[in-house]
C-alpha cells in the first residue's frame, strides 16, 4: 500500500469545518422539497457539481450563493438535527477522530426557533450522530464552535450563547464572514469578557485581509487559533529562500504556537493561495509554524480531509510523518483540556504506528 491508499485509514482531526458548507446534496434536495425552496439542480450528482463550479468560479456573488441554498434548508430543528447527525457520520466514515464543527446560530432562526433552541437542535444531531458512528466502528467526538457573523451587530448576544452552552456541546467562539472593513475591534468588550471566562476563540482571519487582521485577532481577540491564517507571509521576507526573515507578527505567531487553521482546497477557490504546491502551509510548516490541516466547506470545495492530505502527499510533497505532526498540532490546539488533548495525542501517535507499520509490512511482503 503506498501512503495515498493509506491516507483514508489515518486518524484525523478537524479544527475547521462549516456545518453549512458540509451538507449532503441529497440532504439538501430532499430539505428543500420540504420547505418549497427552489435549488440550481435536482440531481444529486448535479447538484454537488454546481456546488463545486459555483465556488471555483471567482465570482465572490455565486461563492455567496451557494450558503443561501444551504441555509435555507436549516431553519428547523428537525433540519439541524438532521444536517448535524450526518455531518459527524461523513466525518467518522472518513477517519475524523476528534472535530470542532463551527456555524452562526443567528442565520437559523427564520422558522421561529430561538437562539438556545438552534444549539440545542444542532446538539442532539451531534449525540446522535457519534452514537450511530460508534455503532459502524467508528469513535469520534464533536463540538460546536458558536461562531458570530462580522457585518451583524450581535456579538455580545451570541457570545453569550456560547457561554450559555458551554458545559453542553460548545467548545469555543468565532467570528466570521467579510473580513476587510469588520475587524475584531468592532467590539472589544466581547474579547474582553470571553478572555475573563476562560473561553476559547478562534477568529477568521488572515485570509481576505492581511497582516493587520491577524494582529487584531491574537492581541486584542485573544484567539488561541487562526482561522485560515495564510497571509501570515506578508510579515515574513525571503519566504523562498534559504534565510527568511520573520517580522514581529509572525514571530509572536510562532513563537506562541498560534495553530493556523489551514484550508489549501478552499485558499485556492477564494484566491489567498494559488496551487497546493506552492500553498504557503508547507513553508510554514518547514518553519516550525502549528499548521494544522482542514476542510472549511466540504461541499463547497468538493473536499474531504483525506482529499487534503492526498493533495498535500502528490502536490506538495508531504509524507506521513509531515501528516502525523500536523495532526497531532490539531491536537494540541484543541478546545479541550489538558488531559483530554494527551490522550488524543497518544491515540493519534499509536494509530499511525500501527499503520504504518502495517503498510510496510505488506510492502515488504
Known sequence: MTLLDTIPTLPKVVLHDHLDGGLRPETIIDLAAQVGHTLPATDPAALKAWFVESADSGSLERYLETFDHTIAVMQTAPALTRVAREAVMDLAADGVIYAESRWAPEQHLRGGLTLDEAVEAVQRGFAEGVDLAAREGHSIEVGQLVTAMRHADRWDEIADLALRHRDKGVYGFDIAGAEAGFMPDRFPQVWRRLNDENFPVTIHAGEAAGAESIAQAVHLGQAQRVGHGVRIIDDITGLDTDTPVLGRLANWVRDNQI??????????????????????????????????????????????????????????????????????????STFTHHDARLALGERIITAFEEIHDGSEQENES
Not at 270 to 283: D, E, L, V, W
Open 259 to 332: 495553530a493556523l487553521e489551514m484550508c489549501p482546497c478552499s485558499n485556492l477557490q477564494t484566491g489567498a493561495a494559488q496551487s497546493i504546491a506552492s500553498h504557503p502551509i508547507t513553508r510554514l510548516r518547514d518553519l516550525d509554524f502549528a499548521v494544522t490541516i482542514n476542510t472549511d466547506n466540504r461541499l463547497m470545495s468538493g473536499t474531504s480531509m483525506s482529499h487534503e492530505m492526498r493533495l498535500l502527499v502528490s502536490e506538495a510533497g508531504w509524507d506521513i510523518h509531515d501528516l502525523l505532526n500536523a495532526t497531532l498540532v490539531a491536537a494540541w
